[in-house]
Every structure is written in C-alpha cells, then in structure tokens.
C-alpha cells in the first residue's frame, strides 16, 4: 500500500466522526437527483443498501422535471450555510460553469429564519461581559435582518450613538468545521482517484474556500476589513463606510455605527429622495475601480443589498465579510490584458492567459484561434465603448472551452465587475462602467514609465541578480559537498527512452527464443539418430515447432 493510499485511508477514517452529518448531504443529495454524484466515488452499492436500511426518500415527480442547475441550487439551499456560501463561490467561477448554471447558483440567498434572541442572549452578555442595559440605552430583541451566518439587532448606546449589533449564530462553527472535512476528504478522493479532476484544482479550491469561510465566521475580521476601507477612503468625502465600536466587538458579535440611508434595491425611493442616479452611478464605479487598480482590495459583493444612498449622493458600503486582494503584480496582468485587447496584440494576451494558467498542459493551436476571434470581436472598439460584463464573459467562456483555469483572486474580481456594471445600468441605462475605467486603465500605464517607476524596477533587478551572484559560490560549494558524499542525484524523464528501453526488452526475448529453437532442431536431430530415444527428439522438435509459432506471433502483433 503506498503513502498516498494510506493518507487517503486515514482521511476515510476521519471522516467516521462526521457520519452524521454525511448520512444527511447524501439523502439531500440524492433526494434531489444527484445519486450520481456520490456513486461516482464508488459507493453506489452502499447507498443502495443505505438508503432501504435507513428509508432514505427519493426524488419525487415534480423533482425530476427541474433543471439539474435547479436540483443543485435548491440542494446546496437545504445543505445549509457552508453549501450556500460555497454555491455563491461557484457562482464567481465563470471559467468552470456555463453560463445557465452561474445565472441559477446567482439565485442562492443566504436568508434563514431568525433565532429568537432567548437562544443566543447568553452568549450576547458572555460577548459583552457586561448586562445589556450597560452598554445600550436600548436594544431590539427582534432581528431586522437575519442570513446563514448572523443575524443584525437594531440598539442604541448609552451615549446616543444609533448602531446594529450582528450576532453569529449559536453553534454554527463545529456543523461549518464537519462540513470543510467532509468536502476537503471528497476533493482530495476526486483528484486521486480521477486525472481529467486535477485541472480543477480541487483541494486548492477547497483549502481557499475553507480560509474565506472561516474569515467570514469571524466578525472580528470583518471589523479589521471595514478599518482598512475606511483609512483608504479617509480623503474621499462620497464615501460612507460604519464606523466599529472596537469596545463591543469581538470574533462572535460586531458592533457598528447604523447608516441611515436607501438600500440600493429600493431604486424606486432614489427620486423621490432628491438623489441624482447618474451621479450614484458613477460615484459608486470610481469607488470600487479605485478598490481594485489602485488599492488592490475591494469589496468582492457589491451587490445592491450592500449598497446605501446617503444624503449628498453619498455611497454607503456595508457587510464586508467578503473582500478580494489583487498584488500589483495581478494588477498589471488585468491592465495589460485589456491593453492588449485594445491594442489588439493577440501575442500579449495569450501569454497573460498561459501565465494564470499555471503548469497544466494547453492546446496552443486552440487557444490562439479562439484568442483570435475575441479580438475580432473588440478590434473596432476604444475601451471606453466595451461592455465590461460581455468583455469578462467571452473571457471566461475562452478560458473554458480552452480547459484553461482562472485564479481564485480574479474570479471574485470578474464577479464584482460584473455586479457593479449591472447596478450602474439600473441607475443610469446609459451607464458604460469602460467609459470610467479608461482613466484609470490610462493612469496605471503611464506609471509604469515614470522615472520613479523605471529605478524601481532597475533597482529590483539589480537586487536579484546581485543575490544570484552572491550566492554563486555558496550553491557551487554546496553542489560540491553533495558529490562528495554521494547524496548528487539527478532525475530524468524521458518517456522515448523508456520506450526505447521496451522495445530493446522485446528484442532481447524473441533473440533468445529463437537460439533456444535453433538448439532444440540441432539436438533433437541428434537424438532422433539414437536408437531407444526417438521419441524424446520428437517431442525436442515439437517444442521448437511451438517456439516458432510464438516468435512468428510476437512479430505480427507488434507489427515490428
């Protein structure tokens, strides 16, 4: 049994703790017609026996004449939180799903009865420390908003200040932890057990969507998010985000100051409020184009129910349990793709496509007719006239029918494209969120040829080769050391050898096969001449007769 098979046999093994809770995923899986799914792990006959043993129901009629993308949606819904948050993440991935799908999985709303606050007021004063008439003047015990992760009380504190308290739900970590075990132990099976799996990514999917859950289970990390959009926006007077009473805020519970303004899916009360929809608009694309090209962190949900209009045509931004990080290095790979584009420099834009997409082998010839027909598409255009979701789809739909594979940091980026283009239309129909990146597109460019730019990059190069250099010596004495000690080993993979090394193997068999033929004719010759020993020559001959046959037959099989 190799290391691998054994890690997978004790990753089985931990998985026994969390029966349960698969005993459930399995039911609801296969009560909404994905049975196959898990008998794709080879477990069909199991849960066969399972389901008459344990009464599992099936799925009915009315079931069987959805949508799979249907079945899937509503099955990861009943799941529970870890399955609607890791649908709303497959949602972002436009380079693995068809659009049909993506559009469904959009669908999935986090939104769960409230628990009555007797059940978790406990653990409110365990969070405070202290009874509630000590921190609030007043506090709603009626929750205005409730999801899959917490649920928002209105309150007031002592000093006045109106604020909403979001409280996690009780027991809700150790169901999230059983439900990551249980997806990371399937993904790494898939990879093991199916190669064509392994362009997914699976376990490194997983393993990015267990951090963002946690992070999302923990307030605190909220509250750290919101400090560091505020401090980037100090300057900007458009933009409103909450301030955090740190005193009240913990992992468990997170104390904000409450913005009064619209929600962004009331566009109805925009009006009549006296705010000017263009400006909204726009406002809000600069902020977020400013998250993402300059600060290289930004709000990866825009969507209208995080969105408020303030007084003044002031943004609000609330719940920033999921943010998005670009380097500066993803950064000029997302400028210099769409440089490219307007340029219409194919060259430059399969490069950046090969460079996301890592080690796995890609049908070059493919990819550059594809990269061809996109740029057909968009050669007539200037970037300010390019519609920015259409853009990010037909990427998306290259990347795919290409089996090529989208960093997870620019799926959340193409997502929140896509979810801010659509919010500006439905302010302003004329609203073309290119017309506002092309500044911004424009600016980073230029500052790639600034002086201060072009000795910082010299200065960088400078750097790493000196440290090649430097380290010359110490590499080539350690290189020594190893061939002194016999440790220097050096592997090949040369799959032409290998094969060579077969056919050589083959020869050498059908060689030997036929000296032994050739000695049987000549001793059976000479025994067939002794009286008493006829017989034994007969059989000698016989045998070499059959030799022939297996020598001829080799031959013809191999074709050489």
Not at 80 to 99: E, H, Y
Not at 146 to 163: E, N, P, T
Not at 237 to 265: A, C, H
Not at 525 to 546: E, H, K, N, P, Y
């Amino acid at each position: 049994m190799s290391w691998v098979q054994i890690g997978m046999l004790w990753e089985t093994f931990s998985v026994v703790r969390d029966l349960p809770r698969l005993h459930e995923i399995a039911s609801v899986m296969i009560r909404y017609g994905w049975g196959d799914f898990v008998r794709v792990l080879g477990m069909g006959s199991v849960l066969e026996r399972a389901g008459r043993i344990l009464h599992w129901k099936t799925r009915s009629s009315e079931i069987d004449q959805l949508e799979p993308a249907v079945r899937f949606r509503m099955a990861l819904e009943e799941l529970g939180p870890t399955f609607v948050k890791l649908g709303q993440l497959l949602s972002t991935r436009m380079d693995l799903l068809a659009p049909a799908w993506i559009t469904e999985l959009e669908k999935l709303q986090s939104h769960v009865p409230a628990v009555p606050f007797e059940d978790i007021e406990a653990d409110v004063l365990l969070l405070l420390g202290k009874p509630l008439d000590e921190v609030f003047a007043s506090f709603e015990r009626e929750p205005f908003a409730a999801a899959s992760i917490a649920q928002v009380h209105r309150a007031q504190l002592l000093d006045g200040a109106r604020v909403v308290v979001k409280i996690r739900r009780p027991g809700l970590e150790r169901k999230v932890e059983a439900d990551l075990r249980i997806l990371q132990h399937l993904a790494r099976l898939f990879e093991h057990e199916y190669a064509e799996a392994r362009r997914f990514q699976l376990v490194g999917m997983v393993s990015y969507f267990r951090r963002a859950l946690l992070q999302e289970l923990d307030l605190l990390t909220e509250a750290h998010h919101m400090a560091r959009f505020q401090k980037n926006f100090a300057d900007d007077p458009t933009v409103r985000i909450p301030k955090i009473f740190w005193d009240y805020t913990s992992s468990g519970m997170n104390v904000q100051e409450e913005l009064q303004g619209i929600l962004g899916s009331r566009l109805d009360e925009v009006r009549a409020a006296g705010l000017d929809p263009v400006i909204l608009a726009e406002r809000g694309a600069n902020i977020v184009l400013k998250m993402i090209l300059v600060d290289g962190y930004f709000h990866a949900d825009p969507h209208p129910g995080n969105v408020m209009y303030l007084p003044g045509n002031c943004i609000g931004l609330i719940d920033f349990g999921m943010v998005g990080r670009l380097t500066e290095y993803r950064r000029q790979q997302l400028i210099g793709l769409l440089d490219a584009l307007v340029r219409n420099e194919e060259a430059d834009l399969i490069q950046i496509l090969m460079d996301w997409t890592g080690e796995e082998e890609v049908n070059e010839v493919k990819l550059a007719h594809d990269v061809a027909d996109l740029m057909a598409n968009y050669d007539h255009l200037q970037l300010k006239d390019v519609r920015v979701a259409a853009l990010l789809n037909d990427i998306a739909s290259l990347i795919r029918d290409n089996s090529l594979l989208l960093p997870a940091d620019l799926t959340l980026l193409f997502k929140a494209l896509i979810t801010l283009e659509g919010l500006g239309q439905q302010l302003n129909p004329d609203f073309q969120l290119s017309d506002l990146m092309a500044p911004f597109v424009r600016d980073v460019i230029m500052q790639r040829y600034t002086a201060e730019a072009l000795i910082k990059r010299s200065r960088r190069g400078f750097k790493e080769a000196f440290e090649v250099v430097a380290g010359l010596p110490r590499d080539v004495a350690k290189l020594m050391r190893e061939v002194r000690r016999g440790r220097l080993r050096i592997d090949l993979d040369l799959k032409r050898l290998d094969s060579f090394g077969q056919q050589i193997d083959r020869a050498s068999n059908r060689v030997t096969m036929g000296i032994l033929t050739a000695s049987l004719v000549i001793g059976s010759s000479i025994v067939m001449t002794v009286d008493g020993w006829r017989f034994m020559g007969f059989i000698g001959f016989t045998l070499a007769f059959l030799n022939s046959l297996w020598v001829i037959f080799s031959i013809w099989r191999s074709g050489s």
